[in-house]
């Protein structure tokens, strides 16, 4: 005994004498690098979302960890990690020689290898090299095999760092560091997890408690195994008293109290959010991933989220959102055949203020739970989109008026019409259908000719046809891409084809709002935000995405279309849907083919909000059917999802002030002699093929 233990004694006190040929000359080289990740290794911690007045949205994380400085931890709980897990702490360099003696004493003595020889600091460096592997099993498997190359290359880090950094700060990164048990890591993750406190707040009882879970955080599970864990605080506490860091009586009263947990399981992810905020605590997670922003590659952006320890204020407003929400939930029930979305955007700024939706977000199906974004593109995490129907009409109309078309423009707008040649930015669009497909107007007696702003108003498919006719689809197209619209809500490329007119493009309610607030801005177009500001934990900035602006209207564009959507709310098919205080809005109903999608977008200076009505998953025809126990015959844009934006909107400005649209001069047309009924709409069926002859569907658009 006395043979090997000199041995052991005398080749592991090498470092500390500053000798080298510990082992092979393999793990000697590099013996004064030390990695710096060593240092302050970059720890996984806890990432919290808030919204835009400092509210919890949710608490993210691939590991539960608060770090948190040495004047911000318990001086018991201090205390306590050194007694019970390495008492001579302060006393040793990283190697403990005379432990290492007494090791081996013991575990000659009991025949096993029961007692260990780990000081604190290599404790830390095993913990470091573990948390370096992640969620790699094999790598987390190697960082702890036994084995006598790992065991001197742990040693010869531990050497080192103690060279460079003082006991406390070794002690407090070993604080930050460990794993506790039920998912915690680090003494205020696990402060949190027990007893509901932080961690400076903690009694003697409590730190001991912690303190004792190191060694084995399953065993001695308070939550599990109470006994063994009182049990083992105690063990902790004789330790405390035996190295004189409380008194007798400390001891006493500690040991007398019971374990006293106030447990809160681990609150994770977007599934804990409330009120409907799970959509938008995932849309922020896309936004991480994705903007260049958060770094130059996939694998660099989802490390910053995975790395977490930041605090992300987003652009969320809690009264808007609640005001979203309620008018989702109210007009239309779960258990419906049909959801509704709702997105609200700030003109001028882009910033994404409420997110609502009636299904609500989670896993189970059998409550119509989904975590399906529908208010966003699937690359966002949301589905395919919808047909936005009429709603995408006034982009043709800015087109041509860009293009020079007057605001007096008038077309003869037939009831019928075989869908014209039209010019593509590539090439030429042709009917070469037979029979050749037509596109009519809803009612048999809407006929032209008509001027914009009626046209817009009665959203006659027909007018808006020969306008695209007349501009060509390359200026359509543009104008859509002016408005950040680049592909379809899949990610599939925009089709240049004469039905885009009536809206056939399957776009999400976040683009639809985004398009009506560059409206609502005069023409000014913004990228959407969700982020307002970004800091770590210990209060450094992190860089964001950038806001950018661009005018893409001209004034008197911007001010022609809210003059004609304005008209639209007045005496066209929204004119039911008129604010609180006769405040001043504008918008545009839509209804896509067979009454599969319905929406309306509408806006004041102030708030540009979209909302869309129908099957999530864009198969229910809305026609005899029965929403929030009311039946339709027809679901229209004014009569399905016009009132769930008529509440949102009167909840959502109740309280601001008023505020008029920049508005433009347009002479009515004089009456015509035989006036057309008051019916609106745009086509059943299908729509346009395309220049090879294959179809693109025309959506129905009634817009009652």
């Known amino acids: 005994m006395s043979v090997v233990s000199g041995v052991l004694v005398a080749g592991l006190a090498l470092p500390v004498a500053g000798g080298i040929g510990l082992t092979a000359k393999d793990t000697a080289e590099g013996f004064d690098d030390i990695p710096s990740d060593f240092k302050t290794p970059p720890l996984t911690q806890a990432t919290q979302i808030f919204d835009a007045k400092g509210g919890l949205i949710a608490k993210v994380y691939e590991r539960d960890r608060t770090v948190i400085p040495a004047d911000q931890m318990s001086p018991y709980m201090r205390h306590a990690q050194v007694d019970i897990e390495d008492a001579r702490f302060y006393e040793h360099g990283a190697v403990d020689v005379k432990g290492i003696v007494r090791a081996l004493g013991k575990n000659a003595e009991s025949g096993t290898a029961s007692q260990g020889a780990s000081t604190l600091t290599q404790q830390y ?3 470091v090299n573990v948390e370096k592997a992640g969620d790699d099993k094999d790598a987390v498997q190697e960082a702890q095999r036994k084995t006598l190359g790992r065991k001197i290359q742990e040693l010869k880090i531990a050497v080192k760092l103690e060279e460079e950094l003082p006991k406390d700060q070794i002690l407090t990164n070993y604080l930050n560091i460990t794993y506790y048990g039920n998912g915690a890591y680090g003494v205020e993750a696990a402060s949190q997890r027990y007893f509901s406190k932080s961690n400076k707040d903690l009694t003697v009882a409590e730190a001991a408690t912690l303190a004792g879970l190191v060694q084995n955080p399953s065993q001695y599970d308070p939550k599990l195994h109470p006994s063994a864990a009182q049990k083992r605080r105690d063990t902790v506490i004789d330790k405390m008293l035996e190295n004189k860091h409380i008194t007798a009586d400390q001891a006493k009263e500690a ?9 809160k399981d681990p609150q994770n992810g977007c599934i804990t959010a409330k009120a409907g905020l799970g959509f938008f605590c995932d849309y922020v997670r ?12 996939s694998e660099d952006r989802k490390k910053v989220w995975d790395q977490g320890g930041l605090n992300i204020y987003t652009t969320l407003d809690p009264d808007k959102q609640s005001a979203a929400q309620n008018a989702v939930s109210s007009n239309v029930k779960v258990t419906d055949s049909v959801s509704a979305a709702a997105s609200m955007i700030e003109p001028g700024t882009g910033k994404i203020l409420a997110m609502a939706q009636t299904r609500p977000y989670g896993l189970d199906t059998t409550k119509n739970q989904t975590v399906v974004n529908l208010n966003v593109d699937a690359a966002m995490g949301g589905g395919t989109g919808f047909q936005p129907g009429s709603t995408f009409k006034p982009i043709v109309a800015a087109a041509a008026l860009e293009a020079g078309l007057p605001t007096t423009k008038e077309y003869s707008a037939p009831n019928k019409l075989e869908y014209p040649t039209m010019k593509t930015c590539e090439g030429t669009w042709r009917n070469d259908g037979r029979p050749k497909t037509v596109v009519p107007n809803e009612s048999p007696n809407e006929k032209g000719p008509y001027q914009l702003k009626e046209a817009m108003a009665r959203s006659i ?19 859509v891409n002016k408005f950040g619209i680049t592909t379809k809500a899949s990610g599939k490329p925009l089709e240049e084809v004469p039905s885009m007119a009536l809206g ?5 309610p976040l683009t639809m709002a985004d398009v009506y607030a560059t409206f609502a801005a005069e023409g000014t177009h913004c990228n959407t935000l969700a982020i307002n500001k970004i800091t770590t934990v210990d209060g450094k900035d992190v860089p964001v995405p950038a806001g950018h602006c661009e005018k893409v209207l001209s004034d008197d564009t911007a001010e022609a279309i809210n003059t004609i959507l304005n008209g639209v709310t007045v005496d066209g098919t929204g004119s039911a849907l008129n604010l609180e205080g006769n405040r001043q809005i504008a918008g545009k109903t839509g209804t896509s083919d067979h009454k599969k999608a319905a929406w309306f977008s509408g806006y004041t200076p102030q708030l540009a909000t979209s909302v869309w009505l129908g099957g999530p998953a864009g198969g229910v025809e809305m026609r005899n059917i029965t929403i929030n126990g009311r039946y339709h015959s027809e679901v229209f844009g004014a009569d399905g999802p016009g009132p769930i934006w008529q509440d949102a909107m009167n909840d959502a400005l109740r309280g601001a002030p008023k505020q008029s649209l920049p508005m433009a001069d347009i002479p009515d047309p004089a009456p015509k002699t035989n006036p057309n009924s008051t019916g609106t709409g745009t086509s059943p069926g299908t729509g346009p093929g395309t220049g090879t002859g294959a179809p693109a569907t025309a959506p129905s658009d009634p817009d009652h």
């Open 461 to 479: 498919n027909t007018y808006f046809v020969q306008m695209e006719q007349e501009i060509g689809l390359c200026s359509v197209k543009q104008m």
């Open 255 to 263: 040991k007398a109290a019971p374990l006293g947990l106030k447990y």
């Open 286 to 297: 896309h936004v991480v991933k994705q903007d260049p922003a958060f770094g130059k590659s």
């Open 125 to 127: 460096v095993k913990n």
């Open 504 to 508: 056939v493009e399957e776009m999400s």
